[in-house]
């Protein structure tokens, strides 16, 4: 269970930019109880801001505790939080069910400017060894991120551009680990050094190298495992000897899963001019990384025959007749390898008068990635995306608060190879928003707009399939607005009672309009439209937050009702021996509750003892088409911790019910019980965040999947996993 920040003093409005205001003083931590600092949310102009109800914060110990190669499994034990664990080195969040195209993740408050989103096997370039704090924004937060957080946002900060100047002149983290079941370790540093009383540079780097993951059992899910063994006794029984070694050497798979090896480093460098009238600052880093793509039975296909367009009827694991020019991706493995540099800058200036402030931020970033079959290159990637922010803020006056800006990026993508799925590109999209705060004795009324442009275009889209396309050329451009509004009752003096309704609109990526092609990550041949629509969202969320005595706790209940919702469903028909999936539009129904509570059982003479808990269950429908793909299942989390003095404890366990609301090309998942425990010791006391901390994750070794993974069927979670981290700070 990680801290949320009921009793933060800011929440974020805009998380773009830096504070230079002094730290609060300690207080006692918002859900574990202890003398932490109080968590700090990055937007300074507002108390708390109740549109986005189901904030989460993960920070310090918890950051430490949990710390894993991809942002996704880092937060997949927040309420209302999944992850999409396409493997040890691709996984990124899911929040209430949605991911992809309708959620952003941030880093510093712009986005991470890599593919993150196009596609699942896409790693996310934020390097949580090098994070501070990760913050989590479910509801309506299209209205301050842009439409691709119409299911939420996730922002990650880190101090490559300093925010303050360090007290002693000086600061330095570096954070080690060790995991078992990856046989991995990692490290990191980061210096911040001030040159003059106003003056901060900052150095970062980090590297981690895993080997291929340990597993709870087999390899694959009882249902795949079936279809392999299946397929392995007709083959035999047709005479077909390697075919069926092939799919009995799949079935027989445990222990480790294959090809799921990562190896990541990163580099960064930053400085900061801090003074009384502002900040100003900028940044350059680097990001490589290579991971494999674990393999799904089945699934081979060639490039160079003529496929088996038009066929009806395939079946999951279902083998292909292969030419001697076609490439079979079963016999070798594939692994992408990634590169990002990318510069960021960020400034500040505090006003009299009207405005309390002006904020800029902006970020550039040259990204690539090459898909590898084996040792020979398959696709290439490449993508240059610029994106900038301005924030005003207001001057608080008789209970009104606010902020005003404009939002403005642009995306160049390109892919070359063999399964270029989705042709050249660009997105050019900007959009200006408010939000507004009054405050009338016990009620909260908020208030927020946006107005959004996009172009989306492309010079050879392939209508139609394989030999029949036709190539043209299609400009789309699309004007969305949002917009959203909240009232709150104090019932109490620190418990809040809230409604919020929203209505977001959203335009289509260039990966839902144009793609056209096979797909070796999901093994499927993925059709766009590029006649769809925008996208468009009417929400309702009812929260109930705050600490009463010795109990903190938040809750939350939701319901979305989608208009042309763009969702990507199996036609019954293959193409390169493979199924063919389309982006369609329909309506869908979100619906669904979260909750988070501690309670305090003993906090007196220095020892604290804490219960908590995590809740969350989510409903999806489509309409005329049944369940919606990859909806995680109801999940209950509850844990006890004990801290005393330098030392701590924790216990917990997870339950996930078995997941059998299935679209139709999709198996159902069975549930898992899993057992996690940690034991922590701080050298110099509790208030240095000098730290060692022992784990042990799923400690029973169980078999454990996500739903919400397009590959849960053949990559499961790993097993049981013994950790020694460490972090040093001074």
Same mark, same amino acid.
Not at 378 to 386: I, L, N
Not at 551 to 560: G, K, M, N, P
């Given at each position: ?90 996984? #990124?969040?899911?929040?209430?069910? +949605? ?12 986005? @991470? ?94 590297? #981690? ?10 390899? +694959? ?68 990384? =290579? ?103 207001? @001057? ?104 919020? +309704? ?29 006649? +769809? ?37 199996? /036609? ?37 003892? /804490? ?49 059998? =609301? ?57 097993? #049981? ?10």
């Amino acid at each position: 269970m990680k801290k949320f920040a009921l009793l933060a003093t800011t929440v974020l409005a805009s998380p773009a930019l830096a504070q230079s205001a002094p730290a609060p003083e300690p207080a006692r931590d918002a859900v574990h109880g202890d003398d932490n600092r109080v968590i700090i949310v990055t937007a300074d102009f507002i108390d708390e801001l109740d549109l986005l109800a189901g904030t989460s914060v993960v920070t310090g110990d918890d950051l430490l505790r949990d710390i894993e190669p991809q942002i996704g499994d880092v937060l997949a034990d927040q309420p209302g939080v999944s992850a999409t664990s396409f493997s040890p080195g691709a996984s #990124r969040p899911v929040l209430r069910g +949605l991911q992809g195209e309708r959620v952003r993740v941030l880093t510093d408050g712009i986005g @991470t400017l890599d593919v993150s989103n196009t596609s699942v096997d896409h790693a996310v370039t934020i390097d949580p060894l090098v994070t501070e704090r990760i913050e989590i924004f479910r509801g309506p937060a299209a209205l301050l991120f842009g439409s691709q957080a119409i299911g939420g946002a996730v922002n990650a900060l880190d101090r490559r551009i300093p925010r303050a100047v360090p007290e002693n002149g000086y600061h330095f983290d570096a954070i080690g680990s060790y995991s078992s079941a990856y046989d991995g370790t990692s490290g990191s540093a980061a210096a911040d050094v001030a040159l003059s009383d106003q003056f901060v540079v900052h150095v970062d780097g980090s590297y #981690r190298k895993t080997e291929d993951v340990e597993v709870g059992g087999y390899v +694959l899910s009882p249902l795949l495992r079936a279809e392999q063994l299946a397929v392995a006794a007709e083959e035999l029984e047709e005479g077909h000897l390697e075919e069926a070694e092939e799919a009995q050497e799949f079935a027989d798979l445990r222990g480790v899963l294959p090809n799921s090896a990562t190896e990541t480093y990163t580099l960064g460098a930053g400085f900061a001019l801090i003074n009384d009238g502002g900040s100003l600052g900028a940044s350059v880093s680097y990001f490589d990384s =290579r991971y494999g793509v674990p393999a799904r039975p089945g699934t081979e296909h060639a490039h160079g025959d003529e496929g088996e367009e038009g066929e009806e009827g395939h079946d999951e694991g279902e083998d292909h007749d292969h030419d001697d020019e076609g490439h079979d991706h079963g016999e070798v493995p594939v692994s992408i390898d990634l590169k990002q540099y990318r510069a960021d800058l960020r400034a500040e200036v505090f006003t009299d008068g009207f405005l309390e402030k002006i904020k800029f931020r902006a970020g550039f970033s040259d990204y690539q990635h090459t898909e590898f079959e084996g040792d020979e290159v398959g696709t290439v990637f490449e993508t240059q995306g610029f994106e900038t922010r301005v924030e005003l803020v207001q @001057t608080q006056r008789n209970g009104w608060r606010g902020v005003t800006g404009f939002q403005a990026s642009t995306r160049a993508f390109s892919a070359v190879g063999a399964e270029a799925f989705v042709p050249p590109n660009d997105t050019d999209q900007y959009g200006l928003f408010t939000l507004q705060e009054f405050e009338i004795g016990r009620i909260g009324v908020e208030a927020s707009g946006r107005y959004e442009r996009t172009d989306v275009r492309s010079d050879s889209v392939a209508i139609g399939l394989e030999e029949d396309a036709v190539i043209t050329a299609v400009d789309r451009s699309f004007d969305a607005f949002s917009i959203a509004g909240g009232i709150n009752y104090a019932i109490a003096p620190e418990v809040k009672l809230g409604l919020n +309704l929203s209505r977001v609109e959203r335009a289509p990526s260039a990966e839902e309009l144009f793609s056209n092609g096979p797909h070796i990550a999901t093994q499927a041949f993925e059709v766009g439209d590029p006649d +769809l629509e925008k996208e468009s969202s009417l929400g309702v969320e009812a929260y109930l937050r705050g600490e009463t005595g010795a109990a903190r706790f938040q809750l939350a209940a939701y319901y979305s009702r989608f208009d042309n919702f763009i969702y990507e469903t199996d /036609t019954g028909l293959e193409a390169d021996g493979l199924p063919l999936f389309q982006f369609l539009q329909s309506d869908a129904d979100y619906y669904g509750v979260e909750a988070q509570a501690a309670y305090d059982l003993i906090d007196r003479d220095g020892l604290t003892v /804490t219960i908590d808990g995590v809740a969350d269950y989510t409903r999806a429908e489509i309409e005329d088409d049944g369940p919606a793909p990859r909806i995680p299942a109801l999940r209950v989390l509850g844990g006890v911790e004990a801290s005393r003095d330098a030392f701590g404890a924790r216990v917990e366990a997870e339950w996930v019910a078995d997941q059998d =609301r299935t679209a139709s090309f999709e198996m159902p998942t069975q549930g898992y019980t899993m057992v996690n425990a940690s034991v922590s010791w701080k050298p110099f006391g509790r208030r240095n965040e000098t730290m060692l901390i022992l784990s042990g994750d799923n400690l029973f070794d169980v078999d454990a999947r996500r739903h919400a993974s397009f590959t849960k069927d053949f990559v499961p979670l790993a097993g #049981r996993n013994i950790k020694l981290s460490a972090r040093l700070s001074f």
